[in-house]
């Protein structure tokens, strides 16, 4: 049995369904990040979950690899196709299956973008509030376990799925969780394939907790001399227990690029992004706790914005900060690192990362989701020059090594793919093996994503 074998089978079933034409290769062959160019040899877009199984057993029957996609935007290569196989495109299995609004949940089917399930819910008073900077799929989301500029308050993907439907290797279909709010019923099988980056199976549909939208909301941007006053403003507010909504930092290279980008005018310094919710008296003293910290720590213009189509636009500006970057050095791509540490090395880490990039040669603005420690350096380089690359690669080797010794981690939330994996062992020790037999035993043959986050024989 044959690689053609198994595309002829999937082509019966699917029809036009399965594509091998060279626009679809190309378009699921590339990354977000700066990795080459990696043809998978065909791409299916399967509309039910019956059809993800039957595609999972044609493959395993020809041991063809099977790599799950939602909307492309992961950072580490993770759902390119570096051992051939078939990419399996959610974007036809993007329905909302059940709101339920009295348990504040959703049930919903993983190619849903996380605007398109909001835009969705608006008028319900309730919202998913996980918020990755791209439109990504919740199921790339759940696979990755991503989080964003809300998870200082609501934590990442791993504290919002309540279950999952999965397909695993073998094409069997299991439930895993439920609707109650909590469970001690056996291993947690939600949390371990939440985060598994499709190693373990595909996932086919998704209950989620929603939040109910706060009375009202207040979001401000603040400016600071340094790095380390803006540092040491999230520092304290963290420690105080202030329930920040969102606190995100951006250096005073971010603040330009976005200037340029979404025509703001941010002076360029570092600067703090926050965000509070509850009632407005909640509101009012949150914001007069957060502007004594603020004070102390030289922060200028606490610039309050409630009304919505203002902070509308602060976050569409944060959103935007990657593309306002890469669109600084046109023509360039991006080595994104993603360490996250202890909020008592905060700045430590910031400062370490900032003097080394300062001294590499190249730029690297910085910012982040610093309420939870973590933050990003968008290494910018020229694609057609290996030295460029090669320094990004050691600054970003640095900052990994950096992260895992102040007891942080060397990805807070973009993941593994295979950007990540020389980095496992040392973050894991015996842990990743462990991993690797988790994987042997529900993936005997290996074809699920096969390379990415573990590195298992066959
Ligand atoms: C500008 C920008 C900003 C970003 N900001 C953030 C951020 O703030 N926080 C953050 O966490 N990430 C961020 N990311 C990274 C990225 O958006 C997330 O990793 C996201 O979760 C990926 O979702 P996706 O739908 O694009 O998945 P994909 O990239 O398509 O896939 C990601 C992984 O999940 C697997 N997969 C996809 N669907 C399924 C499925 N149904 N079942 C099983 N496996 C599946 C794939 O095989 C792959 O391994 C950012 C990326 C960009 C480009």
Redesign the pocket.
């Known amino acids: 049995m044959t690689k053609s074998d198994a595309l002829h089978e999937l082509s019966t079933l699917l029809g036009q369904r399965l594509s091998t034409s060279k626009f679809e290769l190309e378009a699921h062959g590339r990354s977000?990040s700066y990795f080459p160019l990696t043809l998978p040899d065909g791409v299916a877009f399967p509309t039910s979950t019956e059809e993800v199984s039957e595609i999972v057993r044609i493959c395993a029957r020809h041991g063809l690899p099977v790599?799950?996609?939602?909307?492309?935007?992961?950072?580490e290569g993770?759902?390119l196709a570096h051992q051939g196989g078939v990419v399996v495109d959610?974007r036809n299995m993007a329905a909302i299956l059940d709101v339920h609004a009295e348990d504040m949940t959703v049930t919903v089917q993983?190619g849903i973008t996380r605007e398109a399930l909001n835009e969705e819910l608006r008028a319900t008073g309730l919202f998913f509030p996980v918020d990755?900077?791209?439109n990504?799929?919740l199921?790339?989301?759940a696979?990755?376990r991503?989080?964003?500029?809300t998870a200082v308050r609501y934590g990442t993907m791993r504290d919002n799925v309540m279950a999952l439907e999965v397909v695993l290797a073998d094409g069997r279909v299991i439930r895993t969780g439920s609707h109650a709010r909590k469970s001690a019923a056996g291993f947690d099988l939600t949390a371990l394939m939440i985060g598994a980056?499709?190693t373990l199976?595909?996932?086919?549909e998704l209950t989620l907790k929603l939040q109910g939208q706060p009375e009202s909301v207040g979001a401000a941007v603040c400016a600071f001399d340094s790095i380390s006053d803006a540092v040491e403003t999230v520092i304290e507010t963290i420690q105080f227990g202030l329930p920040m909504a969102r606190i995100e930092f951006i250096d005073a290279d971010t603040a330009a690029a976005v200037n340029a980008y979404s025509g703001s005018k941010l002076p360029e310094c570092p600067h703090l992004l926050v965000e509070f919710h509850g009632s407005e008296t909640a509101l009012a003293e949150q914001a007069e706790v957060f502007g004594g910290i603020l004070a102390e720590h030289g922060g200028k213009g606490f610039d309050w914005a409630t009304a919505p189509e203002d902070r509308k636009a602060l976050w569409h500006a944060r959103h935007h900060a990657?593309?306002a970057i890469l669109n600084s050095r046109p023509g360039c791509r991006a080595v994104v690192t993603d360490m996250c540490v202890p909020i008592s090395r905060l700045a430590q880490a910031v400062e370490a990362t900032r003097a080394d990039i300062a001294a590499s040669g190249i730029k690297g603005p910085i910012l982040g989701?610093v309420g939870d420690g973590n933050f990003h350096a968008i290494l910018m380089i020229d694609d057609d020059n290996p030295a460029e690359l090669q320094i990004a690669k050691d600054l970003a080797d640095r900052m990994a090594r950096r992260a895992l010794s102040y007891g942080g981690t060397v990805t807070g939330?973009?993941?593994v793919?295979y950007g990540k994996l020389d980095y496992m062992a040392l973050e894991h020790g015996g842990g990743w093996d462990v991993m690797a037999s988790i994987k042997q035993a529900l993936d005997p043959q290996n074809i699920m994503?096969p390379g990415?986050v573990v590195r298992v024989a066959g």
């Open positions: 977000e790599i799950g996609w939602g909307a492309g935007t992961s950072l993770h759902a959610f993983p990755p900077g791209a990504a799929t199921g790339g989301m696979s990755t991503a989080s964003g500029t980056e499709g199976g595909l996932i086919t990657y593309w989701h939330e973009h993941g793919g994503n990415k």
